[in-house]
């Protein structure tokens, strides 16, 4: 993982866009579809189909790639390698982008996000008490945060990169932030109204942005994971105050 990132003179074939858009196809409308089929019943609890579908796309989001670069790609593995003065870079982005979001909570209040509703559904999965949440948020901060990047920034970066002509690969960045964020839009939307919704889609496109153009500059998952897990642990520090006050 990194350290291929097609650099802007770097020519594509006609065969390596159609693959790239093979994988972005296969790929990117997997999590949007898990949400979707995720509608609860009558009595509140999500069809066993649905939650079976929900693990599987986790699964698939990262079998895919690592797949992809083994038997299409023919890449050895790679653990990424990074310097000190990238994840140092990484760590202060993800500190200015915590101060964002502290300030625009501060600025903005609860009143636009409703605790009660953010409890109800939460506790329609079983996360009911601190600790149950706190658990929750560190598999976001830790793991879920590092899956993220693994798929959005090396793999989607990389393939967006391969679908559009050598001039235009820096276009990639804004266009997997694109894609990066149309599940996070979705997700939002099915449970919260649409002031949520569209300032929660706002703040995941211009975070894609960052850690995507970071990707594209360091070569590197690490720092993009770095400051995607200060960033979910702000987050999640604002949901555990609205919840358990």
């Given at each position: 993982m990194g350290a291929d990132v097609p650099t802007p003179?770097?020519?594509?074939?006609?065969?390596?866009?159609?693959?790239?858009?093979?994988?972005?196809?296969?790929l990117v409308p997997v999590p949007s579809i898990a949400v979707l089929v995720a509608?609860?019943?009558?009595?509140?609890?999500?069809?066993?189909?649905?939650?079976?579908?929900?693990?599987?796309?986790?699964?698939?989001?990262?079998?895919?790639p690592l797949a992809w670069r083994h038997f299409v790609d023919r890449r050895p593995p790679s653990l990424s390698p990074t310097t000190r003065r990238h994840?140092?870079?990484?760590?202060?982005?993800?500190?200015?982008?915590?101060?964002?979001i502290v300030l625009a909570r501060l600025a903005l209040g609860v009143a636009w996000l409703d605790g009660d509703d953010l409890r109800t559904n939460l506790a329609a999965s079983g996360i009911d008490t601190p600790a149950k949440f706190l658990a929750?948020?560190?598999?976001?901060?830790?793991?879920?945060?590092?899956?993220?990047?693994?798929?959005?920034?090396?793999?989607?970066?990389?393939?967006?990169?391969?679908?559009?002509?050598a001039r235009l690969a820096d276009w990639s960045v804004p266009l997997a932030a694109g894609l990066?964020?149309?599940?996070h839009v979705v997700a939002p939307d099915a449970h919260f109204g649409p002031l949520v919704t569209v300032l929660g889609?706002?703040?995941?496109?211009?975070?894609?942005?960052?850690?995507?153009?970071?990707?594209?500059?360091?070569?590197?998952?690490?720092?993009?994971?770095?400051?995607?897990?200060?960033?979910?642990?702000?987050?999640m520090a604002i949901g555990y105050q609205l919840l358990f006050p």
């Open positions: 003179g770097a020519p594509a074939t006609g065969a390596t866009r159609r693959r790239a858009l093979l994988a972005l196809a296969l509608v609860p019943d009558a009595s509140g609890a999500t069809p066993v189909a649905a939650d079976l579908f929900y693990v599987f796309s986790k699964v698939w989001l990262v079998a895919l994840l140092a870079i990484g760590a202060g982005l993800g500190l200015l982008l915590c101060a964002v929750l948020a560190a598999g976001i901060t830790l793991v879920n945060a590092f899956a993220e990047e693994v798929v959005w920034r090396w793999f989607v970066v990389e393939k967006s990169a391969e679908c559009l002509p990066f964020t149309l599940h889609s706002l703040g995941v496109f211009a975070g894609g942005w960052i850690w995507s153009a970071l990707y594209r500059r360091t070569g590197s998952i690490w720092p993009c994971y770095l400051s995607h897990a200060l960033v979910d642990a702000a987050l």
